[in-house]
């Protein structure tokens, strides 16, 4: 080596002489040691997104939709989020761009998509579409 390698900080070669700073996360403590909680964050839930005090429940309605098929309303250039986030929790009858329709219960509206429940004809299976492809929708 070279002869003033301890003065360089090559101190980290001899492992038995040096002090480790790193927590039980790997991050050396004098660098975030006040940044942080002492205890690792909990995983996230597991299932469909839903924010707090938004509706009843975040699973899918105990019924089924209405037996009928509603009249189309005009048909939109672009459907805004929160046109659709008003039919939140609510049995809503989508038309997309192609000529699909059915039955959806949304139960989280971002800002380019939402999610929910889709009724098969059977049972609710959980769904999502990006706004763009939703032509029409109306909500009861």
Not at 51 to 74: D, E, L, Y
Not at 81 to 89: D, H, N, Q, S, V
Not at 102 to 109: G, K, S, T
Not at 113 to 119: D, I, L, N, P, Q
Request: with cysteine.
């Amino acid at each position: 080596m070279y002869p003033y390698h301890k003065n360089f900080g090559y101190g980290y070669l001899n492992h038995q002489q040096t002090h480790s700073y790193l927590d039980q996360t790997g991050f050396d403590e004098r660098q975030f040691s006040g940044f942080f909680p002492s205890t690792p964050p909990t995983s996230p839930p597991l299932g469909p997104p839903g924010a707090p005090g938004q509706g009843p429940t975040s699973g899918p309605p105990t019924a089924p939709p209405p037996t009928f098929v509603p009249q189309q309303q005009v048909e939109t250039f672009a459907v805004d989020p929160g046109g659709i986030a008003r039919c939140l929790f609510n049995y809503t009858y989508v038309w997309l761009r192609g000529f699909e329709q059915f039955w959806f219960y949304p139960i989280f509206v971002g800002q380019t998509s939402v999610s929910g429940y889709r009724w098969t004809g059977f049972n609710w299976v959980y769904f999502g579409i990006s706004l763009q492809q939703i032509q029409s929708f109306t909500c009861f």
